[in-house]
């Protein structure tokens, strides 16, 4: 099946400060989604992006289907930021796969 | 409305007791789907409905038995449960199984198996 790694596997931010979270995937996908688990376990949508770049408030991404990855950037960040970001991918037929997810804590 | 909601939002069972888990969304979708997620890791598919029928089953035991009575509703039944079930269940929905869209996800039940 598609395999799907993302990076780093922790994250310890300042409040303010901008990071960048990756996701490589191992083939063609038809579908990619971010989303942010908060602390109360809450899988929250932030984009659905199989290409192209897309950006809502502080959070911006870009999927280079080509090349098989995706970043996720957060700027300015918020200590409400803090949680588990999760990239997940699907081709044609198949199911959601996730990667083992980011691990982000802003500090006040 | 892009939400779907799951009830209760905690459980706390004996592993003789019977109970089951609800899930309900309005927004037309006819994929609806199961996860258990365990501390520290991604969510796993447990079953998958496509218009109201079984599609997928990812070899759960059957202490887990799903039902979708119609097309904005899915329980997770369970019975006989282990301590190991202790998890977070994650219900979603798409609009079709097999196409490329967003899978929206409810807020989850935290389970706790005694």
């Known amino acids: 099946g598609i395999q799907v790694e993302q990076s780093p596997p922790d994250l310890i931010l300042q409040e303010g400060a901008n990071s960048t979270l990756r996701c490589n995937f191992s083939d063609s996908v038809n579908n990619l989604q971010w989303f942010h688990q908060n602390p109360w376990g809450q899988l929250i949508n932030l984009f659905y992006?199989?290409?192209g770049t897309k950006q809502n408030g502080r959070l911006s991404a870009t999927t280079v289907a080509t090349e098989r990855y995706s970043l996720l950037y957060i700027s300015s960040s918020q200590t409400t930021d803090s949680g588990v970001y999760f990239c997940a991918v699907k081709i044609t037929g198949s199911r959601l796969t996730f990667g083992e997810g980011t691990q982000l804590t802003v500090n006040p | 409305d892009t939400e779907v909601t799951q009830t209760p939002k905690h459980l706390v069972m004996g592993m003789t007791n019977k109970k089951s888990l609800k899930c309900e969304q309005h927004m037309g979708h006819r994929a609806m789907y199961w996860y258990k997620q365990k501390a520290k890791k991604p969510p796993e598919l447990m079953f998958v409905y496509s218009y109201e029928k079984l599609s997928i089953n990812e070899s759960v035991p059957s202490r887990f038995s799903p039902e979708c009575p119609n097309s904005s509703l899915l329980n997770l039944h369970l019975h006989a449960l282990q301590p190991e079930d202790s998890a977070l269940y994650l219900c979603?929905?798409?609009?079709?199984?097999?196409?490329?869209?967003?899978?929206?996800f409810g807020p989850g039940t935290r389970l706790t198996v005694l």
């Open positions: 992006i199989p290409s």
């Open positions: 979603a929905s798409s609009q079709v199984l097999r196409g490329p869209d967003t899978q929206y």
